[in-house]
Nanobody
Framework: QVQLVESGGGLVQPGGSLRLSCAAS????????VGWYRQAPGKKRELVAT???????DYADSVKGRFTISRDNAKNMVYLQMNSLKPEDTAVYYC????????WGQGTQVTVSS
């Protein structure tokens, strides 16, 4: 059974930082591309960042220079370091693994507010 479990969300003030983690199980993690998406209330789910199986990264323009995606294949983990957070970053953040099939986590809430 494939599972992606996110953690690390929470409430943070504008300008603060959070690190999201996603633990994968049930797949050969190293051969999957993985990424983070987010969905704010009333909005469509949008891509935040991805990292391929060989480490190529891509980011949404809105987070470039502030967010960093990384992965640890030995631990079956993917991370999203989020710095200089803004209120518009508030959303539920989802972990996503893709290859022939794709899988989603249950999401973790990030709220940026003073």
């Amino acid at each position: 059974q494939v599972q992606l479990v996110e953690s690390g969300g929470g409430l943070v003030q504008p300008g603060g930082s959070l690190r999201l983690s996603c633990a994968a199980s049930g797949i050969t993690f190293s051969i999957y591309g993985v990424g983070w998406y987010r969905q704010a209330p009333g909005k469509k789910r949008e891509l935040v960042a991805t990292i391929t199986s060989i480490g190529t990264r891509d980011y949404a323009d809105s987070v470039k220079g502030r967010f960093t995606i990384s992965r640890d294949n030995a631990k079956n983990m993917v991370y999203l370091q989020m710095n200089s957070l803004k209120p518009e970053d508030t959303a539920v953040y989802y972990c996503h693994a893709y290859r022939v099939s794709d899988y989603w986590g249950q999401g973790t809430q990030v709220t940026v507010s003073s």
